[in-house]
């Protein structure tokens, strides 16, 4: 498949990679069918962000059509749903998960102490951004793993478009959720 890989410092090339597999249970694969461009992916361009390395795949506001499902998912998704893949990645089990905490989620950052030496505590899983946050692949590619993927999904209706929901998975709730905590109405 095609993806957006950093090579380093501003070196960001369309490469061609290996598809992505199911490599656990509670994992999906979609069909990226769009993907933004935020304003962090350029911190990451420009290297100010550390714990990147050369072949990281990146982005990540995408959605897309699940294409395959672990048989972990247990029916909270199937083949041909339309989702949005949130930046975070979420267990939904866990206490913070549980305290709907998912920014700091016990178990989806494969790094932590990577995290925890430079944030101070540690971070979620997050998509396409840093080995600080687990090292995910991210959405700016043909296909995406989806890990915990019963968790960590917004169902599409069908009655509206990608351009109409894909904010969804980073940009609206960033502005929402930081309104919310100033208590501007």
């Not at 990679?17 to 994992?27: K, Q, T």
């Not at 989702?83 to 939904?92: A, H, K, M």
Request: aromatic share 8%; with cysteine; net charge negative.
């Amino acid at each position: 498949m095609r993806a957006l890989v950093w090579h380093g410092k501003e070196d960001i090339r369309c490469d061609q990679v290996s598809d992505p597999e199911i490599e656990d249970e509670r994992d999906a694969i979609i069909k990226v069918t769009s993907c933004a461009i935020c304003g962090s992916d350029l911190h990451l361009y420009h290297n100010y962000v550390p714990a990147m390395l050369p072949g990281d795949i990146m982005g990540h506001e995408m959605m897309g059509e699940v294409v395959e499902v672990g048989r972990g998912v247990n029916g909270a998704l199937k083949k041909g749903d339309r989702i949005v893949v949130p930046f975070t990645i979420i267990c939904g089990e866990c206490d913070q998960c549980k305290r709907q905490n998912f920014s700091v989620c016990e178990r989806t950052n494969r790094k932590k102490n990577l995290g925890d030496k430079v944030f101070g505590h540690t971070t979620a899983g997050l998509f396409g951004y840093t080995h600080l946050t687990g090292g995910y692949p991210g959405g700016q590619a043909e296909y995406l793993r989806v890990p915990f993927a019963d968790a960590t999904h917004l169902k599409v209706p069908d009655n509206l478009t990608d351009e109409q929901v894909l904010f969804l998975g980073d940009i609206f709730p960033t502005g929402w959720q930081a309104a919310a905590q100033c208590d501007i109405e």
